[in-house]
T-cell receptor, first 111, second 116 residues
Framework: RKEVEQDPGPFNVPEGATVAFNCTYS??????FFWYRQDCRKEPKLLMS???SGNEDGRFTAQLNRASQYISLLIRDSKLSDSATYLC????????????FGQGTTLQVKP | ETGVTQTPRHLVMGMTNKKSLKCEQH?????MYWYKQSAKKPLELMFV???????ENNSVPSRFSPECPNSSHLFLHLHTLQPEDSALYLC???????????????FGPGTRLTVL
């Protein structure tokens, strides 16, 4: 089983749509959770951290379910500029700052 | 953004060559990382340095040799690479409080390496 598993997509959605990405992780001792965004041929950039209570940043909402070892990202009112690969990232339970990356889910927002 | 810079941005080398990748961070961070990103695969962590000490070597072959002379600079020395080593090599840095990956990592633009 992969340590962090995501549906690679691609998800093709029209502008204005709501889209949800899911991610599961295998290590129940994981301590931290993130969504990163990676544009084509660019480096990953932090989109948002994910907290147990859930958190929202504008059109983006992230949720964490520790019992099910499941993380989600919801994007409302999709924009063309949201087209990218979204990486689910889990912090290792070790003390080294190690992050485990999912393969990424590709989103293509079309006009 | 110039927080984390990497040089060169592109590199083509033969299997017998020796080359080095350079990373520099201007964020005052204490932890630096090397990652490998191959097509259609997740980012793979290679090495972690905290306060100039290597704290993680993710079973990386010895043909990759990291060097961290200070908290701002990180090198990846390459020798006798294989074609399957062709990938995007990304450097990242973080504050380095060392609390189980809670630090945000900031990535450089990467070096796209092709091994012939």
């Amino acid at each position: 089983r992969k340590e962090v598993e995501q549906d690679p997509g691609p998800f093709n959605v029209p502008e204005g749509a709501t889209v949800a990405f899911n991610c599961t992780y295998s290590n129940s001792a994981s301590q931290s959770f993130f969504w990163y965004r990676q544009d084509c041929r660019k480096e990953p950039k932090l989109l948002m951290s994910v907290y147990s209570s859930g958190n929202e940043d504008g059109r983006f909402t992230a949720q964490l379910n520790r019992a099910s070892q499941y993380i989600s990202l919801l994007i409302r009112d999709s924009k063309l500029s949201d087209s990218a690969t979204y990486l689910c990232v889990v912090g290792s339970s070790s003390n080294t700052g190690k992050l485990i990356f999912g393969q990424g889910t590709t989103l293509q927002v079309k006009p | 953004e110039t927080g984390v810079t990497q040089t060169p941005r592109h590199l083509v080398m033969g299997m017998t060559n020796k080359k080095s990748l350079k990373c520099e961070q201007h964020l005052g961070h204490n932890a630096m990382y090397w990652y490998k990103q191959s097509a259609k695969k997740p980012l793979e962590l290679m090495f972690v340095y905290n306060f100039k000490e290597q704290t993680e070597n993710n079973s990386v072959p010895s043909r990759f040799s990291p060097e961290c002379p200070n908290s701002s600079h990180l090198f990846l020395h390459l020798h006798t690479l294989q074609p399957e080593d062709s990938a995007l090599y990304l450097c990242a840095s973080s504050q380095g409080r060392g609390v189980g990956g809670t630090d945000t990592q900031y990535f450089g633009p990467g070096t796209r390496l092709t091994v012939l």
